[in-house]
C-alpha cells in the first residue's frame, strides 16, 4: 500500500502545476478581457482569403 | 446582443409618389435610413452608389471606408456607425507636450503606448473595423479592443504618426475617442491588487486537495492504515497553510483594524472561526487525538472569498465618480498676440481671451465680446432649447455653443466658476461614507456578542473537565462560524443587481440596494429629470394646410438652428421644394421665397416688428405671404411614467426642486400633491442646502437628479441617482445611473430593493437555524469533524440557492424580468 504515498505526491505535484499555469495565466492577463475575443473569433477576414487563392 | 449577422445591404425602397400634390400622402415619401448611422434622412442630397446618408459626416466616414476596401464593416451590423450630424473636428490641443505626457500610458522615440475611451464601441462591427486599423496608416502596429470596457489600446510609432493624427483618424471613421481630464480610463484599469482571483485559486486547491485527503477519514480507516492517517492529517496542516495565511489572512487584518477602531463587524467571528478550526485541526493531528477540520477550515475560506468576488461586481463602462473635469474640455483656444494657442483648462487664467467654435463646452465663467451667442445649457439644467445670450453678458460655464464662433473674456477660474464651486463644498471633501448602516453591519455586532457568550458558558459548564470544556468551547466558535451569513448579503445583493441591470438601472455597489430599500423621502430635479431633454415637444397653435407645412418644411430644411430642426422633424419627411431669396438672421428668424410664396418663420419681432412680450415659452411664430398663420410652441414633454411616480406619494414624501420658474406649476401639482414641497427658482446651492436641511428632520433621502448643478445635491443625499438617456455620456457623481427609457420603473425598483432586503433577513433566519442545530451538537463538546463538514457546506448552498430563487421569483413578480 505505500504506493499510496508515490500517487499522492503525484496528485499534489499535478495539481501545483495546474495552479500555477492559472497563476501564470492571470498575471501574463489572459483573464483580463473575457468578452471581447469571443466575437473577434466570429469575424473572418473574407477579403485576404480570396486574395490568398 | 446586436451580433447576429445580416449579409448585403439592406436599403428600404425609396420612391415618391407624385400625382396630385394636393392629396395629403402624395408629398409624403417613403422613409429612407441613413446606411451608415440608421437615423432617419430628411434629405436625399447624401446619396452615393445608391445608399443613402443622413449628413455630410455619415457619408464621409463611408467615402473614407469604401476608399480603404473596409465595407465589410457594414455586413456585420446593420447601421452600425454613429451618426455624425456634428462636424467639428479639433484636437490641436494633442499637439501640446505636455497634455499628450498626461494622457499616454508609454512613450519613446519608436513607440508610443495609449488607451481611449470609445464610447461609441457597440457591436461586432466596431471590433472588426478599430482593430484593422493598420490598413489605413501602417504606422500603427498594433489595435485591440477590450469591448466590455469600451477601450481602445493603439500602439504606434510617433515619427510616422502623432497622437493627434491617431485620434483624428479615429474621428474620421466614426469613433472619437472621449478625452477627459479627469482620466477615468487610468482609475479603472488600476483595478484593487488584492489577487481576489489568485486568493480564490488557492483556497480551491486547498480545499479540493484536504477533501480527497479526508475522505478515507469519513469511510473509516482501519487499524492497520493508521500510518496513512497520520499522513493525511500532516498533509492536510500542510495545505491549510496556505489557505489560512495567503488566502485567508484579510480577515484577521480587518477583524484587528475593526477592533482598534473599537468596531464589531462580522469579520470578527469569521476571523475567529478560522483560528480555532486552525489551531484544533493543528491540536489534534500532532496529539494523534482526532482528525481535525481542515476540510471545513478550506471550504470556509474558499466559499468566503467566492461571496467577495460575487459581491464585487462592476460596470467597467460606466463610471459613478465623474465630476466637472470630466465633462470639460481638456483644452481652449486661447487668443494671444501670436494668434491662437491650445491652453490647457487648468491654466487658464482671468482676463484671457478665449475663442469657441461650433458645438464647444464654455469652460469657465466668462464675458461675451464678439459673435452671436446661441448656448445649449442642456448638460446644466436639462434645458435643451438654447439660450440666447446678447454682448456683455456673462455666460455661465458648462453650456455648449451651438451657433458661429464666439469670443470670450475670462473672468472667473474654472475652479471658481458659478457651477464647479460646488466642488469646493464640504461635501465632496467627505471622505467616510456616513451613510447608512447595512443590515449585516448591524446584526454581526449582536451576533457576535451572542456567539461570545455561548462558546464562554459552554465552556464554563464544563469547567471541572477542562478538555471536554475546551472542546466545546472550540466547536461552538466553529459551528457557529457566520459563513452562510456572510454570504446571503453577497449573493442576494448581486442577483438583484444582475435584475436593476436588465432593467437599465445601474447600481455602483451592492450596499445601495439597501440603501434603496431604506429611503423615505425622494426628492426630484425638473428639467431632463421628469421632463426628457432630448425630446421637446413641438406644438402647433394654428391650422396649416399640407401646401403650408410643405412650403415650411422646405424653409426650415435649410437652416442649422436647433428649431427649425425641430420642426422639420415635427412636419415628418416631406418633399423639399426649391428655396430662393433664403435669409436667416441671428437671434430673429429666417425669411425665404418658395415659389411664388413668400414665407416668414420666426419670432415676433421680424414678422410683426415688435416683441410679443411673452419670454417664458419659446414660440416660433409662421407667416405665409404676409398672412399670421399661427405659431410652433416648444415644451418639455415629461417623461413617461410620470403618473406611476405620483402614486409613489403614498409611500414617500415627494418634493420638487427645479431650477427653471414656476411656470409648471399646475400640471406638477397633481404629482407632488401640495404646492409648499415644490421649490421653484432653486441655485445649485440652494438645492443642496435643502437636502441637508431634509436631513435633520431625519428623513433619509433619494435624490433623483441629472445635470451638474445636481451634483452637490446628489452627493449630500444618502442615495444619489443620476437620470440619463445615454449612460456613455457625461453624468455627475452619485451612486446610481437611472437610463431614461426605464424611469417609470422607479416605483417597481424601490419595492424590489424593500423585497430584497426581505430575503437577506429569511436567510440570516436560515443560517440562524442552521447555527442552533450545529450549536447543539457543539455545546456537548462532541462536534465529530463530519457533522461540521456536512454542515457548513449545506448551510452554504441552501443559502444561495434561496437567495437566488427567492429573488428571480420576486423580479418576476414586480415584472422586472
Not at chain 2, 453650456?399 to 464666439?406: F, K, M, V, W
Not at chain 2, 458558558?457 to 471541572?464: E, N, R, T
Not at chain 2, 425630446?535 to 402647433?540: A, E, F, I, K
Not at chain 2, 428668424?589 to 417664458?616: N, T, Y
Amino acid at each position: 500500500m505505500s504506493i499510496i504515498y508515490f500517487l499522492i505526491g503525484c496528485s499534489v505535484l499535478l495539481a501545483l502545476a495546474f495552479l500555477s499555469a492559472f497563476f501564470w495565466a492571470q498575471r501574463s492577463g489572459q483573464n483580463d478581457d473575457l468578452y471581447t475575443p469571443s466575437v473577434r473569433i466570429l469575424l473572418d477576414d473574407e477579403q485576404e482569403a480570396v486574395e490568398d487563392k | 446582443m446586436p451580433f447576429i449577422v445580416i449579409p448585403g445591404p439592406y436599403i428600404k425602397p425609396h420612391f415618391w409618389i407624385i400625382e396630385n400634390i394636393k392629396m395629403t400622402r402624395s408629398i409624403l415619401s417613403e422613409k429612407t435610413v441613413c446606411y451608415h448611422c440608421g437615423e432617419t434622412c430628411l434629405t436625399t442630397r447624401y446619396t452615393i452608389a445608391e445608399k443613402q446618408f443622413c449628413c455630410q459626416g455619415c457619408k464621409a466616414v463611408y467615402t473614407i471606408l469604401a476608399d480603404n476596401n473596409l465595407c465589410n464593416y457594414y455586413n456585420f451590423n446593420d447601421h452600425p456607425g454613429a451618426n455624425r450630424n456634428r462636424l467639428d473636428k479639433r484636437f490641436q490641443y494633442l499637439d501640446e507636450p505636455g497634455i499628450m505626457k498626461e494622457l499616454v500610458d508609454y512613450t519613446d522615440d519608436q513607440l508610443t503606448i495609449v488607451t481611449l475611451y470609445i464610447p461609441h464601441i457597440h457591436c461586432s462591427s466596431c471590433i472588426w473595423l478599430l482593430e484593422k486599423l493598420n490598413k489605413f496608416n501602417p504606422a500603427i502596429y498594433y489595435s485591440r479592443i477590450d469591448f466590455l470596457k469600451k477601450q481602445l489600446n493603439v500602439k504606434f510609432n510617433p515619427a510616422a504618426i502623432s497622437l493627434r493624427e491617431l485620434v483624428e483618424l479615429l474621428y474620421d471613421i466614426g469613433y472619437e475617442p472621449l478625452i477627459s481630464l479627469q482620466d477615468v480610463i487610468k482609475k479603472q484599469n488600476a483595478e484593487p491588487k488584492d489577487n481576489l482571483v489568485q486568493r480564490i485559486a488557492v483556497a480551491g486547491f486547498c480545499f479540493g486537495n484536504v477533501m480527497l485527503l479526508s475522505f478515507p477519514e469519513y469511510l473509516g480507516l482501519s487499524a492497520f492504515e493508521q500510518s496513512f492517517k497520520h499522513f493525511f492529517g500532516w498533509l492536510n496542516i500542510l495545505f491549510c497553510m496556505p489557505a489560512v495565511f495567503y488566502s485567508g489572512w484579510e480577515y484577521f487584518n480587518s477583524a484587528y483594524s475593526n477592533l482598534k477602531n473599537r468596531v464589531l463587524n462580522i469579520d470578527f467571528p469569521l476571523a475567529l472561526g478560522i483560528a480555532v478550526l486552525f489551531l484544533r485541526t493543528v491540536t489534534e493531528v500532532i496529539t494523534h487525538t482526532g482528525a481535525g477540520f481542515a476540510d471545513t477550515l478550506c471550504g470556509l475560506v474558499f466559499f468566503l472569498l467566492v461571496g467577495k468576488f460575487v459581491q464585487r461586481k462592476t460596470y467597467h463602462h460606466i463610471s459613478f465618480e465623474r465630476d466637472y473635469r470630466s465633462f470639460f474640455p481638456v483644452a481652449v483656444q486661447v487668443i494671444t498676440d501670436n494668434g491662437e494657442k491650445p491652453v490647457p483648462i487648468a491654466e487658464l487664467k482671468v482676463g484671457q481671451r478665449i475663442l469657441l467654435r461650433h458645438n464647444e463646452i464654455i469652460p469657465a465663467d466668462a464675458i461675451l465680446l464678439k459673435g452671436e451667442a446661441l448656448i445649449d445649457f442642456s448638460f446644466v439644467t436639462g434645458e435643451s432649447v438654447p439660450v440666447s445670450k446678447t454682448l456683455g453678458e456673462i455666460i455661465y460655464a458648462g453650456g455648449r455653443q451651438t451657433s458661429e464662433a464666439i469670443e470670450l473674456e475670462v473672468v472667473k477660474p474654472v475652479s471658481q466658476s458659478y457651477l464647479t464651486q460646488l466642488w469646493n463644498n464640504e461635501v465632496f471633501t467627505r471622505s467616510g461614507n456616513n451613510r447608512m448602516e447595512t443590515f449585516n453591519q448591524r446584526v454581526s455586532k449582536y451576533f457576535t456578542i451572542v456567539l461570545l457568550v455561548i462558546a464562554i458558558a459552554s465552556l464554563l459548564v464544563w469547567l471541572p473537565n477542562w478538555q471536554r470544556g475546551l472542546a466545546a468551547f472550540t466547536a461552538v466558535l466553529i459551528v457557529a462560524c457566520p459563513c452562510a451569513l456572510a454570504l446571503s448579503t453577497p449573493f442576494t445583493m448581486s442577483a438583484a443587481l444582475s435584475i436593476f441591470d436588465k432593467n437599465l438601472f445601474y447600481l455602483k455597489n451592492t450596499a445601495v440596494v439597501e440603501q434603496l430599500a431604506g429611503i423615505n423621502t425622494i426628492v426630484f430635479d425638473k428639467t431632463g429629470t421628469i421632463t426628457a431633454p432630448a425630446d421637446s415637444h413641438v406644438g402647433l397653435n394654428g391650422y396649416l394646410t399640407d401646401h403650408q407645412k410643405q412650403l415650411i418644411y422646405s424653409v426650415c430644411s435649410n437652416s442649422n438652428h436647433p428649431l427649425s430642426r425641430m420642426i422639420c422633424h415635427y412636419l415628418g419627411n416631406l418633399e423639399k421644394l426649391p428655396v430662393v431669396n433664403y435669409r436667416e438672421v441671428a437671434g430673429m428668424g429666417i425669411m425665404a421665397s418658395v415659389g411664388s410664396h413668400e414665407v416668414k418663420i420666426g419670432g415676433g419681432r421680424l414678422l410683426f416688428h415688435k416683441d410679443d412680450g411673452e419670454a417664458d415659452a419659446t414660440k416660433v411664430l409662421l407667416m405665409v405671404d404676409g398672412v399670421y398663420l399661427g405659431y410652433f410652441t416648444f415644451r418639455q414633454r415629461y417623461r413617461n411614467g410620470l403618473k406611476r411616480i405620483a402614486q409613489l406619494g403614498d409611500d414617500y414624501k415627494l418634493f420638487l426642486l427645479s431650477g427653471d420658474s414656476n411656470h409648471e406649476k399646475d400640471e406638477l401639482l397633481s404629482v407632488f400633491k401640495q404646492a409648499e414641497r415644490m421649490n421653484f427658482n432653486q441655485s445649485p446651492q440652494d438645492k443642496l442646502d435643502f437636502i441637508r436641511l431634509l436631513h435633520q428632520m431625519n428623513a433619509r433621502v433619494m435624490m433623483v437628479g441629472d445635470g451638474l448643478n445636481d451634483a452637490g445635491a446628489l452627493k449630500q443625499s444618502d442615495l444619489g441617482i443620476a437620470v440619463t438617456d445615454n449612460v456613455n455620456n457625461f453624468s455627475p457623481g452619485c451612486d446610481a445611473i437611472l437610463d431614461g427609457r426605464a424611469f417609470d420603473k422607479l416605483p417597481q425598483f424601490l419595492r424590489f430593493a424593500k423585497n430584497t432586503v426581505s430575503i437577506i433577513h429569511i436567510s440570516f433566519l436560515i443560517s440562524l437555524t442552521y447555527n442552533l442545530i450545529g450549536l447543539s451538537y457543539a455545546i456537548t463538546g462532541l462536534l465529530s469533524p463530519l457533522t461540521a463538514a456536512v454542515l457548513m457546506p449545506l448551510s452554504t448552498a441552501t443559502i444561495i440557492s434561496f437567495t437566488s430563487i427567492a429573488t428571480h421569483i420576486v423580479a418576476k413578480k414586480r415584472n422586472l424580468l
